[in-house]
C-alpha cells in the first residue's frame, strides 16, 4: 500500500520553490530531470559537516579526521543501504559521467596494460578488435561517448539496441546483437529523454549468458523507483547524487565486489595506494581504490541526508506519486492538438519524464514561453543527440515533476502551451 506525498508540506522543505521568477511569477519547477532542488535537511547537513567536523578523512590523528571520517563512511553506508547494498560495494565518484567513465578505463586501460603484461591485468577487461560493447539507442551521452572511446582506442565495435516507434527498446534483435564477441553490454534503466523504464534484467541476463560485463546507468532511476541494486542483474551501478536531492559534485558507482576487485583505476594518487615505491606502487582494496584525492566529504554527508529525506518519504510512494503526475501530464498533453509525446504514451514501464513537439513551434520557443510565465522546463537534445534523431526531431520540450509537484503544475504548464500555440498562430 502506498500513501500520497504530502505535496504542500513537502514544498515547506524546499526554500527555492518559494522564490519568484521572471519579475512575479511563482516558479513552477519542472526541470528535476536535469536537476532537482534540495531540500534544507540537505543544506542543514553540509552546512552541520563544516561547522562541527570539518577535516581531511583517512589520515590525521586527530579528533576532527576521526569524525570526518566517521561521517563519510557512515554517508557510503547510508547510500548503500538505500539501494539494498554493501559499503564497501559503493564508490563515490563527481557525478554518474565519471561514474561511467570509471567502468569504460577500466576496459581501456586493462587493454592498455595488457600489451606489455598480460598477467598484471583481468583478461575480461581486454579487449581487442573483434569484440563488441552492446549499448541501446536511448543512451544519455554519459552512456555512449565513453564507451565509442573505448572502442577507438582497442578496436572493439560498438553495437546498439534500437528503438521502437513507442520510445521502447527493440529486443527483438537482442540476441543477435549481444553475442560471443560482447564483451559489455551497458545501458540506461530509465532513459532521462523517452521516460522508457528498459527491462534491464532480462538484458544483463543475456549479457551474463555469453560472458559479459553489464553496466546500468541508473541516473533517473535511483532518484524515483525503489532500486536493489543487486536485482539488477548488473555488474556495475551508475548514478548521480544531484538529481535525487542531493548535492551536485558526488556520483555512485556500486560494483559487485568480485568485478570491484578486479578493475584496474581510473585516476591515481594519493589515497588510493597500498605500497609506493619509486619504480611501481600497489593499490589499495575497493572502494578506496577508486577513490583518489581527497574525497568529496561534505557532498556525501549532503548525499546522506537526501536518501534518508526519500526514505522518510518512501520511495514507493515516491513512484506512485510520479506514476499518478505522468498519467495526468500524458492525458492533457494527449487532448492538446498539434502535440506529441516523444516516447511511450501509455503510462506503462515509464517515469515521469515525458518530452514531447509542439507542430509549428520549435522546442527552444516552448520552452522561453513558458520561461516567461514562471515554468523551467528543459529544451534541446537531452545529451541524447541520436534518440532525438531516431524520431526525426531537433529537439524535444520535457518537463519532468518529482516529489515537490502537483497537478496543478502540469496545469500551468499545458495552459502554456496553449498560449504559445495561440501566439504563433498554430
Ligand atoms: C540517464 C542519464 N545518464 C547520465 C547522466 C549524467 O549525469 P551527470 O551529469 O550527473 O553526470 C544523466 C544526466 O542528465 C542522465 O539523465
Known sequence: ?????????????????????????????LDSGATSQKPLAVLDAERAFYETSNAGVHRGAH????????????????????????????????????SLNLASYAFSNATAKAAF???????RFVLRPGDSIVVTQMEHHANLVPWQEVC?????????????DDGRLD?????????????????????????????????????KAVGALGVVDASQSVPHLQVAVADLGADLVAWTGHKM???????????????????????????????????????AAPPKRFEAGTPMVAQAVGLAAAVRYLEDLGMD??????????????????????????????????????????????????????????VAVRVGHHCAWPTCRRFGVPATTRISPYVYNDTSDIDVAVEGILAAQNFFGV
Open 1 to 29: 500500500m502506498t500513501e500520497p506525498l504530502d505535496v504542500e508540506r513537502i514544498r515547506k522543505d524546499f526554500p527555492i520553490l518559494g522564490r519568484t521568477v521572471r519579475g512575479d511569477r511563482p516558479l513552477v519547477y
Open 63 to 98: 579528533q576532527l579526521a576521526e569524525e570526518a571520517t566517521e561521517v563519510y563512511e557512515s554517508s557510503r553506508a547510508a547510500v548503500a543501504g538505500f539501494v539494498g547494498a554493501h559499503a564497501d560495494d559503493v564508490v563515490f565518484t563527481k557525478n554518474s559521467t565519471e
Open 171 to 207: 529486443l527483438g534483435e537482442l540476441d543477435r546483437i549481444v553475442d560471443v564477441t560482447t564483451k559489455v553490454v551497458s545501458v540506461v534503466h530509465q532513459s532521462n529523454i523517452l521516460g522508457t523504464v528498459n527491462p534491464v534484467a532480462r538484458i544483463m541476463e543475456r549479457a
Open 117 to 123: 603484461s598480460a598477467d598484471a591485468v583481468d583478461p
Open 245 to 283: 536531492l542531493g548535492p551536485t559534485g558526488i556520483g555512485v558507482l556500486w560494483g559487485r565486489r568480485e568485478v570491484l576487485e578486479a578493475m584496474p583505476p581510473f585516476i591515481t594518487g594519493g589515497s588510493m595506494i597500498e605500497t609506493v615505491f619509486m619504480e611501481h606502487s600497489t593499490y
Open 152 to 164: 577507438a582506442k582497442t578496436g572493439a565495435e560498438l553495437r546498439w539496441i534500437g528503438l521502437t
Open 317 to 374: 510512494n515516491v513512484a506512485a506519486h510520479e506514476h499518478m503526475l505522468a498519467g495526468y501530464a500524458l492525458e492533457r498533453l494527449a487532448a492538446l492538438r498539434g502535440v506529441r509525446v516523444i516516447g511511450p504514451t501509455q503510462n506503462v514501464d515509464r517515469g515521469s519524464a515525458i518530452s514531447f513537439v509542439v507542430d509549428g513551434i520549435h522546442p527552444h520557443d516552448v520552452g522561453q514561453f513558458l520561461d516567461d510565465r514562471g
